[in-house]
């Protein structure tokens, strides 16, 4: 591997193609760098901040930052997994997460990130904001407790779909999720289970109805291996792989 | 030479489902192990009301109501180290999912508007009742905790891990498949 075309992380040289960010070169070479808000298959947003990295001593999100030649990057350190277990605290005192009653418990990234970065505790006060839940679509539950805001669905529904069908509305914290109707609800629109947007939820907003649990606990996406043990399913794809 | 002192343990259920306490007896025979080196002060397997003086402090549940508050803070005052064992002592759990509903309408659909009640029936006031809360609480909130072992129950092997970790001397690490939020 010629210096041109590699950076260091954590002591690991990692190659990288022209146009990658540091978090697609680090995936593809086999490194998982936490995250929420990044997909392979959807542009960087940038916006969860989990995949912060040192890059030359500054911090920057690795999802957003196109890899260069020499770059220093620290992903695993001390100081970069204790601002990581903030930010996972956070996201865990703004909503409602309560993992018991939640059928995306085993296969939700939120979770599986907390497990690995061994959050235990909530630290904060939580928030416990009223957030009804929308069950007018026939097929399809929204469960807004959980949202993190990824703008995952949004931008899957947008970009793939063509049907804008989610949004977010409101400053701050009382930024939230919104569906494209005039009465607000999911059955009001052209959304369907085969929607790209029904596919990409990280947590347990938008839920396919009566196929809740399905999975028996040890057996579920998340069970057998922490998600770092899962870099495979979060390698780049290609434009053309893209659905 | 004497044997060392035994370490004093307290436990209790605040608004729980004495689930983590079934969990605790999950351990099954290890309980025996842990008995050389701790005994229990307070807690439901005694029967003791009150607790003295202890090492260790564990608490089920979230704080619901007003004797919730005292029982907590009676722990506080008298345990070196306070655990928050469980999902309702973590983040307030389950009974925590009433906290977007106001109380008074909770008690009125329970003991007021619900159909098929006595004629009669009233929202209870008696003053033995402890007071509920607005809003239920995780411990943290209340008083300081030392150390928070998640899980709806944690599992008899994440308490066994958790505790002898803590016996032994080391911060406990409960590591992948022990650390669990449902």
């Known amino acids: 591997m010629s210096e041109s075309s590699s950076f260091i992380l954590d002591d690991q040289e990692i190659p990288f193609m022209p146009g990658q960010s540091v978090m697609q070169a680090a995936l593809a070479a086999g490194v998982f760098i936490p995250h929420l808000c990044y997909h392979p298959e959807f542009r960087p947003h940038g916006s969860c901040k989990l995949c912060t990295v040192k890059i030359n001593g500054r911090p920057a999100t690795s999802c957003t930052t196109p890899a260069a030649a020499g770059m220093e990057v620290e992903s695993n350190t001390p100081e970069i997994l204790d601002k990581r277990r903030t930010l996972l605290q956070m996201l865990l005192v703004e909503g409602n997460h309560f993992c018991p009653s939640c059928e995306k418990s085993g296969f939700c990234m939120l979770q599986a990130l907390g497990y690995e970065l061994g959050v235990v505790a909530p630290r904060f006060s939580l928030l416990y904001p009223a957030r009804p839940v929308d069950a007018s679509h026939p097929d399809v539950l929204l469960d807004f407790n959980r949202c993190i805001l990824c703008e995952l669905c949004i931008r899957a529904s947008t970009e793939v779909d063509g049907k804008f069908v989610f949004a977010l509305s409101g400053r701050g914290i009382k930024k939230h999720l919104v569906v494209n109707a005039e009465s607000g609800k999911l059955a009001d629109t052209n959304f369907s289970l085969a929607d790209k947007a029904a596919q990409v939820c990280p947590v347990g907003v938008i839920l396919p109805k009566r196929k809740g649990f399905a999975v028996p606990i040890g057996q579920r996406r998340f069970d057998a291996a922490p998600i770092s043990a899962h870099v495979d399913e979060f390698k780049p794809v290609a434009p053309g792989e893209r659905p | ?182």
Not at chain 2, 1 to 19: E, W
Not at chain 2, 27 to 44: G, M, N, V, W, Y
Not at chain 2, 74 to 93: D, H, M, S, T
Request: proline share 8%; with cysteine; glycine share 8%.
């Open chain 2, 1 to 182: 030479m004497n044997a060392p002192r035994k370490l004093k343990v307290a436990t209790t259920s605040l608004a729980g489902c004495f689930g983590c306490h079934m969990s605790f007896l999950d351990i099954d025979e290890r309980l025996l192990d842990l008995l050389e080196f701790i005994e229990f002060d307070r807690t439901p397997l005694t029967d003791i009301k009150h607790c003295g003086p202890c090492d260790i402090g564990i608490i089920e549940g979230g704080v619901c109501n007003a004797e919730n508050v005292c029982v907590l803070r009676e722990f506080r005052a008298n345990c070196k180290i306070l655990i928050a064992l469980g999902a309702c002592a973590v983040n307030g759990g389950l009974p925590a999912q009433r906290n977007h509903l106001d109380l008074r309408d909770i008690l009125a659909a329970v003991y007021v508007t619900e159909e098929g009640l006595v004629p009669g029936t009233q929202i209870p006031n008696d003053p033995e009742l402890p007071l509920p809360l607005n809003q239920v609480h995780p411990i943290h909130e209340v008083v300081n905790i030392d150390y928070f072992l998640p899980g709806c129950p944690p599992s008899g092997d994440a308490i066994w891990k958790f505790l002898t970790d803590l016996l032994t001397g080391h911060t406990p690490r409960l590591g992948h498949g022990l650390i669990r939020y449902d």
